[in-house]
């Protein structure tokens, strides 16, 4: 299933063990069953359909969630090889702590809250009739070091847009691994029709817009005074990718 696909659904129980997989990012066959209090026979009639549907995959009793953001991606820099992958719910723990390290000096205020969701969700994917959330990550030794996070609303009026962030841990930074990120989450956005992604940053940030526009970011606006900052009140600046 594509990220950009709305899910549909024939019967309220399929939709019922699909949101049930959804929340949960993956889930035992057997408790999907119980939690969502269908009988044997529902239940199997619900799975098949999404299954056939290729909404959720079942790995040996494993129920996850089908949503296919393209390939795995090698590459090697300076003596650093590292890989660049769709992220799936393995890589919640360290995909949280590398945003938090990349945000903890408080002006990444967004990335901030992109962790505190997938904290709250307990999970890394989602992909429902309301909001799509696409991860790619960089890994060295399966290990997260990175991260290209696009937020995809599922509004029709809005469908043609995403928020995007983007980070890399400080020690593997100068390498060229978060213009590899960057670069991946853009291709994917215009392999599936988007027309312009958003980030926004404290105008303190300086590195960051200077690394944005590098890679053909631009200022579409600025709101005063938006955040707080070690108790010093912060521009914030509204920046944008737009495809041609």
């Known amino acids: 299933m594509d ?7 024939e019967t309220s129980a399929a939709m019922e063990v699909y949101q049930y997989v ?3 990012g993956t889930a035992a066959r057997h408790r999907v069953r119980e939690m969502v209090d269908l009988s044997p026979e529902a ?38 090889t590292y890989t660049i992958r769709p992220a799936h719910n393995d890589d919640f723990e360290g995909l949280v702590q590398t945003i938090r390290n990349v945000s903890s ?32 990550v960089a890994t060295v030794d399966g290990e997260v070091i990175g991260w290209c996070h696009l937020d995809i609303p599922q509004l029709d009026k809005l469908r043609e847009t995403a928020q995007l962030t983007v980070g890399v841990r400080e020690e ?3 390498q060229g691994i978060g213009s590899q990120l960057i670069e991946r989450g853009l291709d994917w956005a215009k392999a599936n029709g988007y027309r312009k992604l958003y980030n926004s940053v404290p105008a303190i940030t300086e590195n960051a817009m200077v690394f944005l526009e590098n890679h053909g970011w631009h200022t579409e606006g600025i709101r005063r005074n938006h ?8 521009d914030e600046v509204m920046m944008a990718y737009t495809f041609d």
């Open 43 to 80: 239940f199997e009639k619900a799975l098949t359909h999404l299954l056939s549907k290729g909404y959720i995959e079942d790995d040996g009793g494993t129920l996850t969630l089908a949503l296919d953001v393209g390939s795995v991606e090698q590459h090697t820099t300076n003596g650093l």
């Open 172 to 174: 593997q930074r100068g």
């Open 227 to 234: 955040y707080t900052v070690d108790g010093e009140q912060v």
């Open 3 to 9: 990220a950009v696909e709305r899910p549909t659904f």
């Open 105 to 136: 000096d408080g002006t990444y205020v967004v990335a901030e809250s992109v962790a505190e969701q997938l904290l709250y969700e307990d999970a890394v994917t989602r992909h429902n009739t309301v909001e799509s959330r696409v991860f790619f």
């Open 22 to 24: 959804e929340r949960h």
